[in-house]
């Protein structure tokens, strides 16, 4: 009889992923910190998520898995918990197990709020709070940002989206704990009264139609912040820079939401250092 071999195995699950860099970075961390364990993708149609879910019950090596589009909110009557912060943003990206039990979360609010606190200075952060904000966009994603701006204690969101039933939607959620405004359709001139600017949608990525929009009336705007990570630095980005307009991209959001899964998954809470900020942008 030989030996059974263990070895911690988490995935990353979703449609059309291949691009994903989510093992790449716990790949990258696994070997880091001397981890015996593997990180894969599993990209399958939605017809085989059950059975999916089946093997990580039944295969106790399989310590979690990260959800990314189009499972987020699928994977959810499969689970057995769901945590306050998923549950608010109506979003799982992230399941562990607990005493064989699958609990789904959320560390997409985290990842977003922490990479603006590694680039916004405590005293400025404070001061941002209270000042308002134009949130671009209402889809999953804004979602998670939205969540994290209210639960960090900022006061004044506007939030503008194409479709704007998903707007409402997404205020009516945070209605009592915040001045949330809907705007209806997408701003195409920034108001000379927001603070902050923040982009969730997917316009200025790669492969998609462009952001059209304009800070230039905005004598007040004092962050642009885009969480689209490829290009890097966007058009609004560039464009904020120009106007000598503090920036924040939207790499540091992908990697510290990846922080916490991996502490779930394999033990330890990781750091982000220089070679993986290079390796994720190569
Ligand atoms: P999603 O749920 O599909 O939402 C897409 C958003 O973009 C919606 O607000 C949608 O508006 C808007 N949109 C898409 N195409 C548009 C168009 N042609 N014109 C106007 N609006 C358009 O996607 P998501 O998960 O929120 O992701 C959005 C973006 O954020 C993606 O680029 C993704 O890569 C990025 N992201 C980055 C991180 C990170 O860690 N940095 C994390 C999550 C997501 P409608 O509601 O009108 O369709």
Same mark, same amino acid.
């Given at each position: 009889?030989?030996?059974?071999?263990?070895?911690?195995?988490?995935?990353?699950?979703?449609?059309?992923?291949?691009?994903?860099?989510?093992?790449?970075?716990?790949?990258?961390?696994?070997?880091?910190?001397?981890?015996?364990?593997?990180?894969?993708?599993?990209?399958?149609?939605?017809?085989?998520?059950?059975?999916?879910?089946?093997?990580?019950?039944?295969?106790?090596?399989?310590?979690?898995?990260?959800?990314?589009?189009?499972?987020?909110?699928?994977?959810?009557?499969?689970?057995?918990?769901?945590? %306050?912060? #998923?549950?608010?943003?109506?979003? =799982?990206?992230? *399941? /562990? &197990?607990?005493?064989?039990?699958? !609990?789904?979360?959320?560390?997409?609010?985290?990842?977003?709020?922490?990479?603006?606190?590694?680039?916004?200075?405590?005293?400025?952060?404070?001061?941002?709070?209270?000042?308002?904000?134009?949130?671009?966009?209402?889809?999953?994603?804004?979602?998670?940002?939205?969540?994290?701006?209210?639960?960090?204690?900022?006061?004044?969101?506007?939030?503008?989206?194409?479709?704007?039933?998903?707007?409402?939607?997404?205020?009516?959620?945070?209605?009592?704990?915040?001045?949330?405004?809907?705007?209806?359709?997408?701003?195409?001139?920034?108001?000379?009264?927001?603070?902050?600017?923040?982009?969730?949608?997917?316009?200025?990525?790669?492969?998609?139609?462009?952001?059209?929009?304009?800070?230039? %009336?905005? #004598?007040?705007?004092?962050?642009? =912040?885009?969480? *689209? /990570? &490829?290009?890097?630095?966007?058009? !609004?980005?560039?464009?904020?820079?120009?106007?000598?307009?503090?920036?924040?991209?939207?790499?540091?959001?992908?990697?510290?939401?990846?922080?916490?899964?991996?502490?779930?998954?394999?033990?330890?809470?990781?750091?982000?250092?220089?070679?993986?900020?290079?390796?994720?942008?190569?």
């Amino acid at each position: 009889m030989g030996m059974k071999y263990h070895q911690k195995q988490a995935f990353v699950i979703g449609q059309n992923i291949a691009h994903s860099k989510s093992p790449l970075i716990h790949n990258y961390w696994l070997q880091k910190y001397n981890i015996q364990g593997r990180y894969d993708i599993r990209d399958f149609d939605e017809s085989e998520l059950p059975n999916f879910v089946k093997e990580v019950r039944t295969d106790e090596n399989i310590t979690g898995f990260n959800i990314t589009i189009p499972y987020k909110q699928a994977i959810i009557p499969f689970l057995d918990e769901i945590e %306050d912060t #998923a549950q608010t943003i109506g979003a =799982v990206n992230t *399941v /562990y &197990k607990k005493s064989n039990k699958l !609990i789904g979360t959320n560390t997409d609010a985290y990842g977003f709020m922490q990479n603006l606190k590694d680039h916004v200075k405590s005293n400025d952060f404070n001061a941002l709070k209270t000042q308002p904000v134009l949130l671009y966009g209402a889809g999953g994603a804004a979602k998670a940002v939205l969540y994290g701006l209210v639960k960090d204690g900022f006061t004044h969101i506007d939030i503008c989206n194409r479709t704007l039933s998903k707007t409402k939607n997404l205020a009516q959620r945070h209605k009592n704990k915040a001045s949330i405004r809907v705007i209806d359709g997408l701003v195409k001139n920034v108001e000379n009264h927001y603070v902050t600017f923040i982009n969730t949608t997917s316009l200025g990525m790669a492969g998609h139609q462009d952001l059209e929009i304009s800070f230039a %009336d905005a #004598a007040s705007l004092r962050l642009v =912040v885009d969480i *689209v /990570y &490829k290009p890097l630095y966007t058009d !609004i980005l560039r464009k904020a820079q120009k106007a000598d307009i503090q920036i924040v991209t939207g790499i540091g959001m992908l990697l510290h939401q990846a922080r916490p899964a991996f502490a779930k998954f394999f033990g330890h809470i990781p750091d982000i250092d220089k070679k993986l900020r290079e390796l994720v942008l190569e």
